[in-house]
């Protein structure tokens, strides 16, 4: 199993920024890796959607709402990945979630959340 813990979620007015940290750990990771890392957000009444993810290799994807104003970056020896955030605007708001994926055998995890808020 592995567990993910988010960090680094908050309120922050329109324009501002925010950094999101996501940390996994596990016994599995000492013989396998995390073959793609990402976020999801949801926002309230809508559906958990793609933010950004990032292969174990640096290859990363954005959502075109995204792309420009926030950055995915990882860590290897850390198993961990971040989203710098930038020009947050309110459509931004929602809970993020981290997600890790195991190519073979294949298993996915999910984080717990954290709020971001974005106040205009």
């Known amino acids: 199993q592995v567990q993910l813990v988010e960090s680094g979620g908050g309120l922050v007015q329109s324009g501002g920024s925010l950094r999101l940290a996501c940390e996994a750990s596990?016994?599995?990771?000492?013989?396998?890796?995390?073959?793609?890392m990402g976020w999801y957000r949801q926002a309230p009444g809508k559906q958990r959607e793609l933010v950004a993810d990032?292969?174990?290799?640096?290859?990363?994807n954005y959502a075109d709402s995204v792309k420009g104003r926030f950055t995915i970056s990882r860590d290897n020896a850390k198993n961990t990945v971040y989203l710098q955030m930038n020009s947050l605007k309110p459509e931004d708001t929602a809970v993020y979630y981290c997600?890790?994926?195991?190519?073979?055998?294949?298993?996915?995890?999910w984080g717990q959340g954290t709020q971001v808020t974005v106040s205009s």
């Open positions: 596990g016994r599995i990771l000492r013989i396998l890796r995390l073959d793609r």
């Open positions: 990032i292969t174990y290799g640096g290859s990363t």
């Open positions: 997600n890790a994926v195991i190519v073979r055998p294949t298993s996915d995890y």
